[in-house]
Nanobody, 121 residues
Framework: QVQLVESGGGLVQAGGSLRLSCAAS????????MGWYRQAPGKQRELVAD???????RYSHSVLGRFTISRDNAKKTVYLQMSSLNAEDTAVYYC???????????????WGKGTTVTVSS
């Protein structure tokens, strides 16, 4: 079955950088949009950035200019390069993707289990 597995979270000092990765495993026919969401304690999950199958990115206003999303279609992986991190970036980061299996008539939306990013001030 299809799974999204995130990695790269951890503890970083304010002003530092981290790179998150999310790889899709299992048999996939095609992968459409992929993205990153985050949920801080006591807050709703929010979109951080996403990228279309053609590589067109979109960012939330809060991370624009600091985060970069990219993807490697051959590796079925999406990345989130985060720089100039601050305490407000502390959250669980979730990967999301629209994936069509070989027997699926249409894409199914999948979520990863999340990876924690903690920024210390």
């Amino acid at each position: 079955q299809v799974q999204l597995v995130e990695s790269g979270g951890g503890l970083v000092q304010a002003g530092g950088s981290l790179r998150l990765s999310c790889a899709a495993s299992g048999v996939t026919f095609s992968i459409g949009a992929m993205g990153w969401y985050r949920q801080a304690p006591g807050k709703q999950r929010e979109l951080v950035a996403d990228i279309t199958g053609d590589g067109i990115p979109r960012y939330s206003h809060s991370v624009l200019g600091r985060f970069t999303i990219s993807r490697d279609n051959a590796k079925k992986t999406v990345y989130l390069q985060m720089s100039s991190l601050n305490a407000e970036d502390t959250a669980v980061y979730y990967c999301n993707a629209d994936i069509r299996g070989p027997l699926s008539p249409r894409p199914i939306n999948y979520w990863g289990k999340g990876t924690t990013v903690t920024v210390s001030s």
